[in-house]
């Protein structure tokens, strides 16, 4: 879930509501072909065609049947593969929520409620070999909790504006730390998301609800200048823009 109206109280809730025990798995690594393939099909510039999704649903769906049937474990997976599938998951996961509700002018509309309580990022939908997911899950159970990789925040789309682009390649663990820098890159660089001069750094909200994970070895403005064109001073004033929740979907 990208919105982290992120009190002590509701990641409290969100941690005790997702200590769920882990059906053991021996599931070995998948390709991610049929996903690459419906990505350079379906996405244009970081936009979505979902129309184009739904006439591909049986492809689709194929991918999906993989990702259900091969739940990553420690034996048979690197942490690289573990990574990979999980941020792919997690992408392809939104695709789906977002497909059983289209049209949808915002993800968002799909359900309102409270963060970590009852929105539509604590939705139960995903069934990986009889474990059941949300998309809150996914993102801050795993992918925060057990890679501490700041880099999964311009990887995982919420099918947003605002949000990062949908890359039209799926991630790879061979190729996934070259994947995510040029993620960071072009997320940073974006002047649609963060607008960086020397003396004033206009940043995505993500930097502000994920700014503990970008500065656990350094400062924020150090982390974004790893990455960006501009290099921010350290005394750049820093704000947070407006965050678009409209569908990052294709225009016909």
Same mark, same amino acid.
């Given at each position: 879930?990208r919105t ?12 005790? &509501? &997702? ?39 049986? =492809? ?6 993989? #990702?259900?049937?091969?739940? @990553? !474990?420690?034996?048979?997976? /690197?942490k690289?593969?573990?990574?990979? +599938?999980?941020?792919?998951? +997690?992408? *392809? +996961?939104?695709?789906? #929520?977002?497909?059983?509700? +289209? ?16 929105s ?13 997911y949300?998309? !809150? ?21 919420? *099918?947003?504006? /605002? ?11 061979? !190729? ?8 960071? =890159? ?8 963060? !607008?960086?001069? @020397?003396?004033? *750094? ?21 982390y974004?200048n ?9 005394? *750049? ?9 409209? #569908?990052?979907?294709? /225009?016909?």
């Amino acid at each position: 879930m990208r919105t982290f109206l992120f009190t002590s109280l509701f990641f409290f809730l969100s941690c005790n &509501n &997702n200590n769920k025990q882990i059906v053991a798995s021996n599931s070995t690594p998948i390709s991610y072909d049929i996903w690459t393939e419906l990505l350079q099909k379906h996405v244009v510039d970081g936009k979505v065609n979902y129309k184009g999704f739904k006439e591909d649903k049986v =492809r689709f769906d194929e991918y999906l049947n993989l #990702l259900n049937t091969h739940h @990553p !474990n420690n034996k048979n997976w /690197s942490k690289n593969e573990q990574l990979a +599938y999980w941020i792919n998951a +997690y992408n *392809a +996961y939104t695709v789906e #929520l977002v497909l059983k509700h +289209y049209p949808v002018k915002s993800i968002k509309d799909i359900k309102k409620g409270l963060p970590f309580l009852n929105s539509v990022w604590d939705i139960e939908f995903i069934e990986i070999e009889g474990n059941k997911y949300t998309l !809150n899950h996914i993102e801050h159970q795993i992918l925060r909790k057990e890679f501490d990789e700041p880099r999964i925040h311009f990887a995982i789309v919420c *099918a947003s504006i /605002s949000c990062p682009n949908l890359w039209n390649e799926a991630f790879t663990a061979d !190729n996934i730390d070259v994947q995510l820098t040029a993620q960071a =890159r072009a997320f940073i660089n974006d002047k649609t998301k963060n !607008n960086i001069s @020397p003396n004033d *750094a206009q940043l995505s909200k993500i930097f502000s609800w994920f700014k503990s994970d970008f500065t656990k070895k350094t400062t924020l403005l150090e982390y974004i200048n790893q990455f960006s064109d501009t290099k921010a001073s350290s005394d *750049a004033k820093v704000n947070s823009l407006d965050y678009d929740w409209g #569908l990052n979907e294709l /225009s016909n």
